[in-house]
């Protein structure tokens, strides 16, 4: 409860949601898939905020600040993304190398980089793999195929990129 408005931060949330859902769908609409991660990072936001103790007076002015900073990082990210984007017949594990780690190596040497990744993997992860980088599908269809959550498929997909450029780095410097 907060002391001065006699209103629970839950309370504050529900009375508030929708107004923010429809700001994020409104500046998100060509990104439909990052609607409901933008309002979970401002609902984060607020719900971190009040744990802090920060004196929130006016919740409704103070959510859309959070969501217009929110939806400007997305965009960025957006941008970024879209100008690493690599064609669909470029190898998965040779754009996740940099590239002067992956020039001179010979393409059976890449593919056979590439198999003894997908070798190391749980199954689990060889399948997220092979969905998100080998398919091309987008996060949300990766999601339903494996029946997990959007936010949970983004976190393994970056701790994926993350073992996959280790994983070329030492192959390429022969610890391997």
Not at 21 to 32: D, E, G, Q, W
Not at 98 to 124: G, H, M, R
Not at 128 to 150: D, H, N, T, Y
Request: glycine fraction near 2%; charge should be neutral; hydrophobic fraction near 40%.
């Amino acid at each position: 409860m907060d002391a001065q408005t006699g209103i629970s931060p839950e309370e504050v949330w529900r009375e508030n949601e929708t107004y923010i859902r429809r700001i994020c769908a409104y500046k998100l609409s060509s990104h439909p898939d990052e609607i409901d991660d933008a309002v979970q990072e401002i609902a984060l936001a607020y719900y971190e905020a009040v744990e802090k103790g920060t004196v929130i007076r006016e919740p409704k002015r103070w959510l859309t600040a959070v969501a217009a900073n929110i939806i400007n990082d997305i965009y960025r990210r957006l941008k970024n993304e879209s100008e690493k984007l690599v064609s669909i017949d470029a190898d998965p594990v040779q754009s996740l190398a940099a590239p002067q780690e992956t020039e001179d190596l010979p393409e059976e040497a890449i593919a056979a980089c590439k198999d003894a990744f997908l070798s190391s993997l749980t199954e689990e992860d060889a399948l997220l793999f092979r969905l998100r980088f080998v398919k091309r599908m987008k996060i949300r269809a990766v999601a339903k195929k494996m029946g997990l959550s959007e936010g949970n498929v983004r976190v393994r997909v970056f701790r994926l990129k993350q073992k996959a450029r280790r994983y070329v780095r030492d192959w390429a410097d022969g610890h391997l």
